[in-house]
């Protein structure tokens, strides 16, 4: 008898042309060959349509103690979860305050507690963020603060980083089918005459957002539209796609050339993923910062030297470019995600969000550092900013509420500064596993 042992050998075997001889794959497939025969594997993988589903949870958009009771009753009898785990949840706090949550969750069960830190004076000599700043950051990651906070101390030690936002627009691209190229062609142009029109039709839905550009992308009989749109102090994302359903619906309605079919979002316009077009052009806000650092503050904060830093650096930025990495930097991921779970962002927007560029150079005994992040996604307003805990940390930056989405895009791009220097130093002066090991590892 065959077994799964030497299907999925013979399968290794097929897609890569020869018999592999990596260790990991020999091992795995041992193991599994342990524990499954053929028929087990394909009864465990094949549809279940005859065992009855557990009780569904009741969709509700409406945020109220008895939707919650509800979904708990459901909880508590069909999974592990505890009456403890529900007044962790659903803790008096939360129940006090359900009305803060209507308007962004549904099916709500009760709030995340995740422990948030905070690092500080970080000094930003920006555009529009001016002054030192206490910067809350939620992580379950330990040594993540205190390497932030490593950095922000050398930064500001040195005087402050220099930041400016060097752009900003929120792209959504809609996407329309036609029978042949030259009528995709033909409404391509058509769209491009008639901006005033549907720039009209897309500001109508919207107090703050304007459309500032919209650039027809032809590929075969396929006509995608990038629309750009300025979404004052919001990250935007639902603004844009109101906007540009009615901006599509006008277009439709108008345009002699119809499409075969359309869609308000094709794909193309970054949103949640790292791309190359929002690498490029930016999504959300630009944003550059710098820093010139003397090599006696390098030393005394990170232990290294200006040259080893260097060093480093570029045999890292090498190691990106061979990865494949947009952008090359060490972890803006981390000081990013910390920033938005704090201060109520749309944590999916990471994914944008943390590409960019680090660079070094060195200045006579000075270390220069810049870091470039072209597609920055956060507001100061709408989405999660209004929740309780969110509120909170933008006004620990002093930063809440309307005129500050700039100057919290500068505050982001110094936080990413203070996190390279001290990811970078900790590497270089060869401290960065003892540092794991003694932040991370403590558990008592």
Excluded at 34 to 56: E, F, G, H, N, S
Excluded at 151 to 157: D, R
Excluded at 211 to 226: F, M, Q
Aim: aromatic residues 4%; glycine residues 10%; contains cysteine.
């Amino acid at each position: 008898m065959v077994g799964l042992r030497d299907i999925l050998r013979d399968r290794v075997i097929c897609e890569t042309g020869v018999p592999t001889t990596r260790a990991d794959i020999h091992d795995y497939i041992e193991r599994l060959s342990q524990r499954l025969d053929v028929d087990a594997a394909r009864q465990r993988l094949a549809p279940d349509t005859i065992r009855p589903l557990k009780p569904r949870i009741r969709p509700t958009k409406r945020v109220s103690a008895t939707a919650l009771a509800a979904a708990w009753r459901t909880l508590l009898a069909e999974t592990d979860a505890s009456e403890d785990d529900k007044r962790l949840l659903a803790d008096p706090e939360t129940m006090a305050r359900l009305g803060a949550y209507a308007a962004n969750i549904e099916n709500m069960i009760g709030t995340l507690k995740l422990p948030i830190g905070v690092i500080g004076p970080l000094r930003i000599n920006g555009i529009h963020a001016e002054g030192d700043y206490y910067v809350p950051l939620a992580t379950s990651e330990a040594t993540l603060v205190a390497s932030y906070g490593r950095g922000a101390a050398l930064i500001s030690a040195a005087g402050g980083v220099s930041a400016a936002v060097l752009n900003e627009g929120v792209q959504r691209a809609p996407g329309f089918a036609f029978d042949t190229l030259a009528t995709a062609g033909l409404f391509a142009a058509w769209a491009a005459r008639n901006f005033a029109m549907l720039k009209a039709a897309a500001e109508a839905t919207t107090r703050h957002g304007r459309l500032i550009d919209l650039t027809p992308h032809v590929e075969g009989n396929h006509v995608y539209l990038i629309c750009r749109y300025s979404t004052g102090d919001a990250a935007g994302q639902n603004m844009v796609t109101i906007a540009t359903e009615a901006l599509c619906r006008a277009l439709i309605a108008q345009c002699p050339h119809q499409p075969r079919y359309w869609f308000v979002e094709a794909n193309l316009s970054g949103d949640k993923k790292a791309s190359a077009l929002a690498f490029l052009m930016g999504r959300g806000r630009s944003v550059t910062a710098e820093i010139r650092l003397p090599g006696a503050l390098v030393e005394q904060h990170l232990h290294t030297s200006v040259e080893r830093m260097h060093d480093y650096w570029r045999m890292s930025a090498l190691a990106g470019v061979m990865s494949g990495t947009l952008g090359v930097h060490g972890h803006y991921a981390n000081g990013i995600a910390a920033l938005y779970l704090a201060t109520g962002q749309d944590v999916a927007c990471v994914a944008e969000s943390s590409v960019g560029i680090t660079r070094m150079e060195i200045h006579g005994a000075d270390l220069h550092v810049s870091v470039t992040l072209p597609s920055l996604m956060l507001g100061t307003v709408g989405g999660g900013t209004g929740l309780p805990t969110p509120a909170a940390g933008l006004r620990i930056l002093g930063l809440q509420g309307a005129g500050n989405a700039q100057a919290l895009a500068e505050v982001a791009a110094g936080l990413c500064l203070a996190g390279e220097l001290s990811i970078i130093g900790a590497l270089a002066a060869g401290e960065f596993g003892a540092a794991h090991g003694r932040l991370a590892r403590d558990r008592r």
